[in-house]
């Protein structure tokens, strides 16, 4: 048998190679927030809008049903949304139980319906 054996596929790189060769090939991508002032300049938003179901999760363990986790992500869902709209969670909830909507979703609740006319 031989002492040394051949292993397959590409050899393997470090981390910080990784990255430079990320960078340089994704470069528009990274450095989008500079020339867009919309554009963000993380992925946190993302992460911070998961945080709160994998919270959810870890106390729990799991839902009971489906329904349960349905309903549960609409909530977050829509608390989530008010606050991107400078809406706090208790003036959300309040409308919410009110049965009216929020200003930034009536405006937009208008709007679609002046341009389906």
């Known amino acids: 048998m031989q ?5 397959r596929g590409r050899q393997a790189r470090s981390k910080s190679r ?15 927030f500079m020339e867009n002032p919309l554009a963000p300049y993380t992925n946190n938003q993302g992460e911070r809008d998961l945080r709160m179901a994998k919270v959810q999760q870890k106390i729990s363990g799991c839902f ?8 549960y992500s609409r909530i977050r869902s829509y608390l989530s949304t008010c606050q991107k709209h400078q809406v706090g969670i208790g003036e959300a909830l309040e409308c919410l139980f009110a049965g009216i909507w929020p200003d930034f979703i009536q405006q937009a609740l208008n709007n679609s319906e002046l341009s389906a006319e």
Do not use: F, Q
């Not at 002492?3 to 292993?7: I, N, P, T, V």
């Not at 990784?18 to 989008?32: I, P, W």
């Open 64 to 71: 009971r049903s489906t329904k349960g986790a349905d309903i």
């Open 18 to 32: 990784n990255l430079l060769e990320r960078l340089r090939d994704y470069e528009g991508d990274v450095l989008r």
């Open 3 to 7: 002492e040394e054996s051949k292993k």
